[in-house]
């Protein structure tokens, strides 16, 4: 067998494997998505190469570019403790031979060891949600991965890797034990590897190791499309079976041509007996080994199963010989299949020696049940002869016996009856009497809902003079009115309860960050920082500065804050409003970035001066300017960042890991005024004082393409999350998008000021605008021409005098789309919708942001009982009935195929029978991007709750609500139509 080999046959590429040849997969991406969260599911089906491309490409990236540090887990044993598991597997980094503690204990001292971010990959988690498992062994790894991913020092990074058909346990059993206000999970999906693309990775492997036996070009071609999915087309953009392709190319390299590639079992089949047959195990002792891989190893499901090593049946021959084949792993004193695919495999197969063995023997078993038959026969027919001659005696006995029964029944009977009657009685008496209580407890509840409906509680609620205010309760107590008892301007009232303003500052607000999940703003001003819900109410935490407040920032998890005030600024714990660390840069800070990760900052100064630092090393001077900053930016990954000075026409870029740097230059002398980054870093844009546009590709030194639009300067520009489209604000009081890279205008937005601000609103079809006199403007920015969908303040009607309303000095739209926030210039902040309630339907979208249910102090206090009221301690008691996650949706291509150049979609609602009767109906909210949002309602559970729509793309989404007969409504889910089809258009 040669060892090397570039194909590892069906096991996974190892860490750092020089073989992989997976270029082409987005390793970047992942990398990045590893880094900007706590906790990553990454999914996808059995096969497709999952733990190759995490070991032999992101893992890697992450070690030498972000300087990880990485461990991986990929067997589990049948019983034990998980914790005990993983605090051996990063006691490697830590113990050096020495005694383990426990998993905290462990991970506390790996994660002091080194300032670099902590990375465990845990992987082929499929024998955890085996139905044979232990349920307490699931429950122990969901609480040791808790631990993990909560860890208070944020830079700790968990990856989960399984296949799809796991991944809806895996989520719930998250959702149970670990998922919080402040921690979510996040998934990747990984395709599927092409036809023409394990071609090409095959070929470059042969390039660079040699020819290997029977492999020509045309042959592998053919090859790895004999290994495409079953039912896929015969063409180059199918899918293919990775580990299946793996598996036939290693055998072939290494010289056997014989036989084309069969089904995926017989495949595995061929693969076994010839790794068997190389080593010479023949007979008896290769029928003992094949046996020993399907009994031993895996399940009677398909899933893997590690075993000790000193009771396995397998020889250390066929040991030796299966893992040098890469079909086995021996790791430690145990040994476990190489991957989960096989296992399936060899489960089939087990299946099948089974069901031909009981096809041998079925001629014996229906011989000797047919001898069993005549036996019980003969004993039947000496049975009946003993019982007509005890028949007689037995007769005249059974006679007495039955009177005596018949009297003592009759006398139990009677007392019995009697003691019916008395538990009746007193049954009755206690329930008049609770209905008593609950009358009157109604009573009370009805008079107080009363006077709520009249609003008058509501307005003192949401006055921010009042003792009692607090926009959060208003919208929660709104919520348990009953739909007939609400006042009349309940939208209104709404509104204003998740629209409402907060004192925050003593002087103006001139910041706010929105956290990723919507639940947290960072404010800046006079007095500090704050982290407060978003929703208002109490402040978190007060973060002190000893001087006002310019610029706040999250992380991408949430997990790091940083706020600048003066030539100061902060790294801060965001969860406990706890500093960390503090840099001082010299000179008054103008603009400053975090990297997504939280693990260092980029701040720019008045003098010119850029550096980036962190809190575990010596801060770092990447050169600069000799005139203040007026942009700095990061590209998507963290790997760079660009700074532009005033009265420049030139911006610089630099590595923040390494010493690479350069120069964009605008080719003019017209000095840049804003500068950025796009969101995967493909782009870099500048805008200029005499209005021009100049757009980079990131790795070169002069402009793509310049544009032209804008009469003055341009004062600031944004892209779509998407990187799709551009927008810039400028002096000439017009906001301009662009379609990116053509540069062409797809709405203009006209003001009567110039504008200081534009940002686009999640997904990328609106745009809100700032203007110099503080008034700010929500636009629609799809295809059709703009429209003014709202106006802040709101625009007064006819005969009314305009609102009163501090000026606007910045907005920040939220990471959602659904509400944005301003900071006004007398130190308040205030939160408004982004979109009209029109509907009812469309307002239960917004409800995911309030808990629809009230404390027991609240309940009391406002309805004078807490029967009949939703509470959050119920919720939180874990016996609340089904939740989201309980369910799967699916999509599949709607009636009628393509229609106006769109895919029609069908949603359908998979529900299990245990929880089917609990659903009252499905919502599913439609979200276009120049049209205000539709909702169709699916209310029969015959068809699984489908909803059918028309077209959608991959840039729009669905939202579904779940109403229970309970009169519940789940939380919101977003549903991503082009995932759940499996592709793109």
């Given at each position: 067998?040669?060892?090397?080999?570039?194909?590892?046959?069906?096991?996974?590429?190892?860490?750092?494997?020089?073989?992989?040849?997976?270029?082409?997969?987005?390793?970047?991406?992942?990398?990045?998505?590893?880094?900007?969260?706590?906790?990553?599911?990454?999914?996808?089906?059995?096969?497709?190469?999952?733990?190759?491309?995490?070991?032999?490409?992101?893992?890697?990236?992450?070690?030498?570019?972000?300087?990880?540090?990485?461990?991986?887990?990929?067997?589990?044993?049948?019983?034990?403790?998980?914790?005990?598991?993983?605090?051996?597997?990063?006691?490697?980094?830590?113990?050096?031979?020495?005694?383990?503690?426990?998993?905290?204990?462990?991970?506390?001292?790996?994660?002091?060891?080194?300032?670099?971010?902590?990375?465990?990959?845990?992987?082929?988690?499929?024998?955890?949600?085996?139905?044979?498992?232990?349920?307490?062994?699931?429950?122990?790894?969901?609480?040791?991965?808790?631990?993990?991913?909560?860890?208070?020092?944020?830079?700790?990074?968990?990856?989960?890797?399984?296949?799809?058909?796991?991944?809806?346990?895996?989520?719930?059993?998250?959702?149970?034990?670990?998922?919080?206000?402040?921690?979510?999970?996040?998934?990747?999906?990984?395709?599927?590897?092409?036809?023409?693309?394990?071609?090409?990775?095959?070929?470059?492997?042969?390039?660079?190791?040699?020819?290997?036996?029977?492999?020509?070009?045309?042959?592998?071609?053919?090859?790895?499309?004999?290994?495409?999915?079953?039912?896929?087309?015969?063409?180059?953009?199918?899918?293919?079976?990775?580990?299946?392709?793996?598996?036939?190319?290693?055998?072939?390299?290494?010289?056997?041509?014989?036989?084309?590639?069969?089904?995926?079992?017989?495949?595995?089949?061929?693969?076994?007996?010839?790794?068997?047959?190389?080593?010479?195990?023949?007979?008896?002792?290769?029928?003992?080994?094949?046996?020993?891989?399907?009994?031993?190893?895996?399940?009677?499901?398909?899933?893997?199963?590690?075993?000790?090593?000193?009771?396995?049946?397998?020889?250390?021959?066929?040991?030796?010989?299966?893992?040098?084949?890469?079909?086995?792993?021996?790791?430690?004193?145990?040994?476990?299949?190489?991957?989960?695919?096989?296992?399936?495999?060899?489960?089939?197969?087990?299946?099948?020696?089974?069901?031909?063995?009981?096809?041998?023997?079925?001629?014996?078993?229906?011989?000797?049940?047919?001898?069993?038959?005549?036996?019980?026969?003969?004993?039947?027919?000496?049975?009946?002869?003993?019982?007509?001659?005890?028949?007689?005696?037995?007769?005249?006995?059974?006679?007495?016996?039955?009177?005596?029964?018949?009297?003592?029944?009759?006398?139990?009977?009677?007392?019995?009856?009697?003691?019916?009657?008395?538990?009746?009685?007193?049954?009755?008496?206690?329930?008049?009497?609770?209905?008593?209580?609950?009358?009157?407890?109604?009573?009370?509840?009805?008079?107080?809902?009363?006077?709520?409906?009249?609003?008058?509680?509501?307005?003192?609620?949401?006055?921010?003079?009042?003792?009692?205010?607090?926009?959060?309760?208003?919208?929660?107590?709104?919520?348990?009115?009953?739909?007939?008892?609400?006042?009349?301007?309940?939208?209104?009232?709404?509104?204003?309860?998740?629209?409402?303003?907060?004192?925050?500052?003593?002087?103006?607000?001139?910041?706010?960050?929105?956290?990723?999940?919507?639940?947290?703003?960072?404010?800046?001003?006079?007095?500090?920082?704050?982290?407060?819900?978003?929703?208002?109410?109490?402040?978190?935490?007060?973060?002190?500065?000893?001087?006002?407040?310019?610029?706040?920032?999250?992380?991408?998890?949430?997990?790091?804050?940083?706020?600048?005030?003066?030539?100061?600024?902060?790294?801060?714990?965001?969860?406990?409003?706890?500093?960390?660390?503090?840099?001082?840069?010299?000179?008054?800070?103008?603009?400053?970035?975090?990297?997504?990760?939280?693990?260092?900052?980029?701040?720019?100064?008045?003098?010119?001066?850029?550096?980036?630092?962190?809190?575990?090393?010596?801060?770092?001077?990447?050169?600069?300017?000799?005139?203040?900053?007026?942009?700095?930016?990061?590209?998507?990954?963290?790997?760079?960042?660009?700074?532009?000075?005033?009265?420049?026409?030139?911006?610089?870029?630099?590595?923040?890991?390494?010493?690479?740097?350069?120069?964009?230059?605008s080719g003019e002398t017209s000095a840049l005024t804003v500068a950025g980054y796009g969101p995967f870093g493909k782009w870099f844009a500048a805008g200029t004082e005499g209005g021009l546009l100049h757009l980079w590709v990131a790795e070169q030194q002069y402009p793509l393409e310049s544009f032209d639009g804008h009469d003055g300067a341009i004062r600031d520009l944004n892209f779509a999350p998407g990187g799709e489209k551009l927008v810039t604000a400028g002096d000439d009081e017009r906001a301009i998008v662009r379609a990116i890279p053509s540069g062409r205008k797809t709405h203009v937005l006209r003001h009567k000021q110039p504008l200081r601000a534009a940002i686009f609103v999640h997904p990328g079809d609106r745009v809100?605008?700032?203007?110099?006199?503080?008034?700010?403007?929500?636009?629609?920015?799809?295809?059709?021409?703009?429209?003014?969908?709202?106006?802040?303040?709101?625009?007064?009607?006819?005969?009314?005098?305009?609102?009163?309303?501090?000026?606007?000095?910045?907005?920040?739209?939220?990471?959602?789309?659904?509400?944005?926030?301003?900071?006004?210039?007398?130190?308040?902040?205030?939160?408004?919708?982004?979109?009209?309630?029109?509907?009812?339907?469309?307002?239960?979208?917004?409800?995911?942001?309030?808990?629809?249910?009230?404390?027991?102090?609240?309940?009391?206090?406002?309805?004078?009982?807490?029967?009949?009221?939703?509470?959050?301690?119920?919720?939180?008691?874990?016996?609340?009935?089904?939740?989201?996650?309980?369910?799967?949706?699916?999509?599949?291509?709607?009636?009628?195929?393509?229609?106006?150049?769109?895919?029609?979609?069908?949603?359908?609602?998979?529900?299990?029978?245990?929880?089917?009767?609990?659903?009252?109906?499905?919502?599913?909210?439609?979200?276009?991007?120049?049209?205000?949002?539709?909702?169709?309602?699916?209310?029969?559970?015959?068809?699984?709750?489908?909803?059918?729509?028309?077209?959608?793309?991959?840039?729009?989404?669905?939202?579904?609500?779940?109403?229970?007969?309970?009169?519940?409504?789940?939380?919101?889910?977003?549903?991503?139509?082009?995932?759940?089809?499996?592709?793109?258009?």
């Amino acid at each position: 067998m040669s060892a090397q080999t570039p194909f590892p046959g069906p096991t996974p590429f190892a860490l750092r494997d020089p073989r992989y040849r997976g270029d082409a997969r987005p390793t970047r991406a992942i990398a990045a998505s590893v880094l900007g969260s706590r906790l990553l599911i990454l999914h996808g089906r059995s096969g497709v190469g999952k733990s190759s491309l995490m070991r032999a490409a992101v893992l890697p990236i992450l070690e030498q570019r972000y300087a990880c540090r990485v461990v991986c887990v990929d067997a589990w044993l049948k019983d034990g403790d998980p914790a005990e598991r993983l605090a051996g597997a990063l006691g490697e980094l830590v113990a050096r031979g020495g005694e383990l503690g426990t998993l905290e204990a462990t991970l506390e001292r790996a994660w002091r060891r080194a300032a670099s971010p902590l990375v465990l990959l845990l992987d082929q988690l499929e024998p955890l949600f085996d139905g044979r498992r232990d349920r307490s062994y699931r429950t122990a790894f969901l609480r040791a991965v808790k631990t993990l991913a909560t860890h208070p020092g944020g830079r700790v990074h968990v990856v989960l890797s399984a296949r799809e058909e796991v991944r809806g346990a895996l989520e719930r059993g998250l959702d149970e034990l670990v998922v919080s206000g402040t921690l979510r999970a996040r998934r990747v999906s990984v395709p599927p590897l092409t036809v023409a693309e394990l071609t090409r990775a095959a070929l470059a492997s042969l390039r660079a190791s040699g020819p290997g036996a029977g492999l020509g070009e045309d042959e592998l071609k053919q090859l790895v499309l004999a290994t495409r999915t079953p039912g896929a087309p015969a063409d180059e953009d199918a899918p293919v079976e990775a580990v299946w392709a793996q598996l036939e190319l290693r055998r072939r390299w290494s010289g056997d041509a014989s036989g084309a590639a069969a089904s995926p079992v017989e495949s595995t089949r061929r693969y076994v007996d010839w790794a068997l047959e190389r080593a010479s195990i023949t007979g008896a002792d290769a029928e003992a080994a094949r046996a020993a891989l399907e009994e031993e190893l895996c399940s009677e499901s398909g899933a893997r199963q590690r075993a000790p090593l000193a009771s396995s049946r397998l020889s250390p021959e066929a040991r030796d010989a299966l893992a040098q084949a890469g079909v086995v792993h021996v790791d430690g004193d145990a040994i476990t299949l190489a991957h989960d695919w096989l296992a399936g495999q060899l489960a089939t197969l087990r299946r099948i020696r089974d069901e031909e063995r009981g096809r041998l023997t079925a001629e014996q078993m229906a011989q000797r049940e047919h001898a069993r038959a005549e036996s019980r026969a003969r004993l039947t027919r000496l049975l009946w002869v003993a019982l007509l001659g005890l028949g007689a005696g037995a007769l005249l006995l059974l006679v007495v016996t039955v009177g005596s029964l018949w009297s003592a029944s009759s006398a139990r009977g009677v007392a019995e009856q009697r003691a019916s009657e008395v538990a009746e009685q007193r049954a009755r008496a206690e329930r008049a009497e609770s209905e008593r209580d609950a009358v009157q407890r109604e009573i009370k509840v009805v008079t107080r809902r009363a006077d709520l409906a009249t609003g008058a509680t509501f307005r003192g609620l949401l006055d921010p003079e009042g003792e009692d205010y607090s926009p959060d309760v208003a919208a929660r107590l709104l919520l348990t009115l009953p739909e007939d008892q609400r006042p009349g301007s309940w939208r209104e009232v709404a509104s204003a309860a998740l629209s409402a303003a907060t004192r925050e500052h003593e002087g103006a607000a001139a910041a706010v960050a929105w956290s990723v999940d919507g639940r947290r703003l960072l404010t800046g001003g006079v007095g500090g920082a704050r982290l407060i819900p978003g929703l208002g109410g109490e402040p978190v935490a007060t973060l002190a500065h000893d001087a006002p407040v310019r610029i706040t920032v999250f992380s991408l998890d949430g997990a790091r804050a940083l706020t600048v005030a003066g030539a100061s600024a902060k790294l801060w714990d965001a969860r406990g409003g706890e500093a960390t660390c503090t840099h001082e840069q010299g000179a008054p800070i103008t603009r400053a970035v975090l990297d997504p990760a939280g693990r260092f900052a980029v701040t720019g100064a008045e003098d010119g001066g850029v550096t980036r630092w962190s809190c575990d090393g010596e801060p770092r001077s990447l050169a600069g300017f000799s005139a203040a900053i007026t942009s700095l930016s990061l590209s998507g990954d963290g790997a760079r960042v660009a700074a532009a000075a005033e009265g420049g026409p030139k911006a610089r870029w630099w590595s923040t890991e390494g010493d690479e740097q350069g120069t964009y230059s605008s080719g003019e002398t017209s000095a840049l005024t804003v500068a950025g980054y796009g969101p995967f870093g493909k782009w870099f844009a500048a805008g200029t004082e005499g209005g021009l546009l100049h757009l980079w590709v990131a790795e070169q030194q002069y402009p793509l393409e310049s544009f032209d639009g804008h009469d003055g300067a341009i004062r600031d520009l944004n892209f779509a999350p998407g990187g799709e489209k551009l927008v810039t604000a400028g002096d000439d009081e017009r906001a301009i998008v662009r379609a990116i890279p053509s540069g062409r205008k797809t709405h203009v937005l006209r003001h009567k000021q110039p504008l200081r601000a534009a940002i686009f609103v999640h997904p990328g079809d609106r745009v809100v605008t700032l203007a110099d006199d503080g008034s700010a403007r929500l636009w629609r920015a799809g295809r059709r021409d703009p429209k003014i969908l709202r106006e802040f303040p709101d625009k007064p009607g006819k005969g009314e005098a305009p609102p009163e309303l501090p000026a606007i000095v910045g907005v920040w739209p939220s990471p959602d789309g659904l509400r944005t926030a301003s900071a006004h210039e007398d130190g308040s902040v205030r939160r408004w919708l982004n979109a009209e309630l029109e509907d009812d339907e469309l307002f239960d979208a917004l409800r995911g942001a309030v808990e629809p249910c009230l404390r027991v102090e609240e309940a009391e206090r406002w309805l004078g009982a807490v029967e009949g009221v939703p509470r959050c301690e119920d919720a939180d008691g874990g016996d609340a009935g089904p939740s989201a996650d309980a369910f799967t949706f699916s999509a599949s291509e709607g009636p009628g195929g393509w229609r106006k150049g769109k895919r029609m979609t069908a949603y359908k609602l998979t529900v299990a029978e245990e929880v089917r009767g609990a659903i009252d109906r499905v919502v599913y909210l439609m979200h276009e991007s120049d049209e205000k949002s539709r909702a169709r309602v699916a209310e029969d559970p015959e068809d699984g709750f489908e909803g059918v729509f028309r077209g959608f793309s991959c840039k729009q989404e669905v939202r579904v609500n779940i109403w229970l007969k309970d009169g519940r409504r789940l939380p919101t889910r977003s549903l991503d139509a082009c995932a759940l089809l499996g592709g793109g258009e």
